[in-house]
């Protein structure tokens, strides 16, 4: 069997196990969710943060200290989810991995001309999200997100362990199921860091460039891509 058929094989073992994982694991707590990827993956699994809150990080320190935390340092974030990055890192156990693009935004502008995220936003997150992630989860065969099922119509069935088709990995959501009341109850309990732009009317935080205030009334991706069809960076589809 050749390196390519082993690979192959290798993803729809793991396919498998991910689908069956998402039915058998559906209604179990979050920790207990992270504690089947961890016990299966080991060093293979990590946990990816925007930084709009370290929920997610938090619950997964509890089940496996010194996780790695990937973060997607874009050139365009604003100073509180920098600020947020650095706190996380620096109180609590976690290992926290940052990603660049490969182009700095001052080449990317050279190369494609200014404010790309205006005129081609989809371009923009391509080169600086999806690319970064795919070459930055290479190690990985499983990772975690934040995701929520009441973060907008778009993500309303999401799995709490799914398959990764696009790059061949075991997705986690371990609070998928949660709601908004679930996370403020979480952060409150246990004094979890969360990004301050939360608290001045931002109910998702991406790019500065890319993200509003909310208004009363809106759903909590409403801020990103304001007045655009775009919904998703590409990260999750």
């Known amino acids: 069997m050749t390196d390519r058929e082993w690979t192959a094989r290798d993803q729809t073992d793991r396919e498998r196990l991910a689908l069956r994982a998402g039915r058998e694991l559906e209604d179990a707590p979050a920790e207990e969710i992270l504690r089947w990827a961890v016990d299966t993956f080991g060093d293979r699994f990590c946990v990816t943060s925007s930084m709009e809150d370290a929920v997610v990080a938090h619950l997964a320190s509890r089940v496996r200290p010194g996780v790695d935390v990937v973060f997607l340092d874009t050139g365009y974030h604003f100073p509180e989810t920098i600020g947020t990055r ?3 890192a620096a109180v ?11 182009q700095s935004v001052a080449e990317q502008d050279a190369a494609y001309g200014p404010a790309l995220h205006d005129r081609d936003p989809d371009l923009c997150c391509a080169l600086r999200k ?13 990772w975690a997100t934040g995701l929520r099922r009441d973060e907008s119509p778009t993500r309303a069935a999401t799995p709490v362990v799914g398959w990764d088709a696009r790059r061949g990995k075991v997705k986690v959501a371990p609070i998928a199921r949660w709601t908004q009341d679930d996370v403020d109850a979480y ?18 935080i991406g790019c500065a460039p890319c993200t509003r205030r909310v208004r009363e009334g809106e759903d909590a991706r409403a801020g990103r891509w304001a007045g655009r069809s775009k919904t998703e960076c590409g990260l999750h589809g």
């Open 130 to 142: 999806v690319r970064p992630l795919r070459e930055g989860l290479a190690g990985y065969d499983a």
């Open 187 to 204: 952060v409150a309990e246990h004094g979890v860091l969360a990004n301050p732009l939360l608290m001045d009317g931002y109910a998702s």
């Open 92 to 102: 609590m156990d976690v290992n926290v991995i940052t990603l660049t693009p490969p």
């Open 86 to 88: 650095d706190a996380v």
